[in-house]
């Protein structure tokens, strides 16, 4: 029975002496606890050393996989020209399959080979001759370097860890910036307070006093290259009124050397940046396409790397950066923050206030898949990254148009539609045409006129009165009056029966006569009003 062996130097090819000790696998250490007890076991047949790292690089990732590589394909051969009859033992069972497939060679792997396996790497330096244990200790450390780079698919161009050295670097020299601007300004408005009113760009201000120096040179510096024509002519007319105090010399080159300073990092700001972003392509094409490489760098920057970026889910992303603000509305109980870092990005940033929080929500889905496209996959283009900012942008514009216009017209109106109001399917009863009865009369006015006669109002009697109220009262069918009333009723309706039967015998007009004092009273009124 032969055993293949694989070491970090080369393959080792042993045969099994007293294969009867096989079959006692619990006392098969007992044949190994010495390299002379082994050596009496196990004899080694042949060793195919590796000629360098490469080699053995690509014979251990062809193991790992279960693939057959050359240098082993090479000394299989030889074995099995020699002794094609013998059991080979190996150490993986996908191997062995292939092994018997294209070299026809019976392969064997179970507990037992397992143990005669760990019992042969215990006393592999006694049973392998000419290695030293130095040397093969460093060709272990070596190959396991160069396969752990090969298993992580280790490339240069895909650090992130120098994305997040340089966003940090990029924000410290934005702070410092501030400060150096912010002194010279200060600084040099002592001796021309003017020109910082004028010119409001920074790197411009300090390239003019690195220039102008004292403001008397003002008149005679060209500021051509520097400034626009209208403010160089409003500088130069500033310094002649100028309000500022004297200073030395030795100050003047202080506030210049300062201006250097700053000339030089915003020089070196500009070269970080354009670093910053070429790395971003390089590393994160579809994020830096989806939220800009500065949104991209911080958000790596904020998980650590980009593969623990990747692990986040959307919702993190979203509000990554807002973290206070996030622990302090679940501890007061109020609304969580709709974004973090991400409300930096274009497509929030062009968004109304209104849809915002939408839209970073949107951002931050598409954004995951693009992080984990980018960290696990293969591909280095910024296909997708594309696509799907097609379609935000698309949304956004839905979103701020509310997606609803008019078929016909102009197209540019938008179409008008009413508030949706529930309306239910049930059907309910209307009671209010169960009555009959008419509805209330408007109050008749009785003038009559005769000719040649004056006007004269009638006045009905109190029993007259009575009457009309109870009609309308039946009329309107009301409830009827309590019990106590009921005989004041009946007299009145006996009282107006008895008037009707008078008026059928008397003529259908009748006139109350009015004596000369009415009258006199009548006209004493309609003066008064």
Request: proline share 3%.
């Amino acid at each position: 029975m032969l055993v293949l062996f694989e070491t970090a130097a080369g393959y080792a090819i042993f045969k099994v002496l007293d294969e009867n000790k096989l079959r006692e696998v619990d006392n098969l250490w007992r044949e190994f606890e010495t390299a002379e007890k082994a050596n009496k076991f196990v004899k080694l047949k042949h060793f195919e050393k590796f000629q360098d790292t490469t080699q053995a690089l690509a014979a251990a990732t062809a193991l790992v996989e279960g693939k057959l590589g050359k240098s082993l394909k090479k000394v299989l051969k030889k074995i099995a020209a020699k002794e094609a009859h013998e059991q080979l033992a190996v150490a993986d069972a996908k191997l062995g399959g292939v092994i018997k497939d294209k070299l026809n060679l019976s392969c064997i792997h179970n507990a037992t080979v397992a143990e005669l396996m760990r019992g042969i790497r215990t006393q592999m330096n006694g049973l392998i001759t000419g290695l030293p244990a130095r040397e093969i200790s460093a060709m272990s450390l070596g190959l396991a370097h160069s396969l752990s780079r090969y298993k992580l698919k280790f490339s240069p161009d895909k650090v992130d860890t120098m994305i997040v050295q340089a966003i940090s670097l990029l924000d410290d020299l934005d702070k410092e910036l501030n400060n150096y601007i912010m002194r010279c300004r200060e600084w040099y408005g002592w001796h021309f307070p003017e020109l910082g009113k004028t010119v409001t760009d920074n790197l411009a201000y300090c390239k003019c006093v690195q220039k102008l120096g004292h403001r008397t040179n003002t008149a005679t510096t060209d500021f051509s290259d520097i400034l626009p024509e209208e403010v160089e002519s409003a500088v130069k007319i500033a310094a002649e009124i100028s309000m500022g105090t004297e200073v030395s010399d030795e100050d003047i080159e202080h506030i210049i050397h300062l201006c250097d300073q700053v000339v030089q990092i915003s020089e070196y700001r500009t070269q970080l940046y354009d670093y910053l972003k070429n790395r971003m392509m390089a590393i994160a094409p579809n994020l830096t396409v989806m939220v800009g490489e500065l949104v991209g760098a911080r958000l790596i920057a904020h998980a650590g790397s980009l593969l623990n970026l990747a692990k986040h889910p959307a919702s993190t992303v979203q509000i990554l950066g807002a973290e206070k603000a996030l622990f302090r509305a679940l501890k007061t109980r109020r609304d969580t923050p709709k974004y973090g870092l991400i409300y930096h990005a274009s497509l929030v940033g062009q968004t109304t206030p209104k849809n915002k929080g939408k839209i970073s929500r949107m951002l931050a889905a598409k954004a995951s898949l693009a992080i984990r496209y980018d960290a696990l996959g293969e591909d280095t283009n910024a296909e997708m990254g594309i696509e799907n900012k097609a379609k935000l942008e698309i949304r956004i514009r839905h979103l701020e148009e509310r997606g609803m216009r008019k078929i016909s017209g102009t197209g540019k109106a938008r179409a008008k539609s009413d508030k949706y109001q529930h309306k239910s399917e049930v059907k309910t009863y209307d009671p209010s045409g169960d009555s009959t009865l008419p509805s209330l009369a408007k109050k008749r006015k009785i003038e009559e006129v005769d000719d040649g006669e004056e006007q004269a109002d009638m006045k009905p009697t109190k029993k007259a009165t009575l009457s009309e109220l109870s009609e309308t009262v039946v009329e309107e069918g009301e409830q009827p009056p309590k019990k106590k009333k009921k005989k004041k009723e009946k007299k009145q309706e006996v009282t107006v029966k008895e008037e009707e039967e008078e008026e059928e015998e008397e003529p259908s007009t009748s006139f109350v006569v009015e004596t000369p004092e009415k009258k006199k009273k009548k006209k004493k009124k309609v003066k008064d009003e």
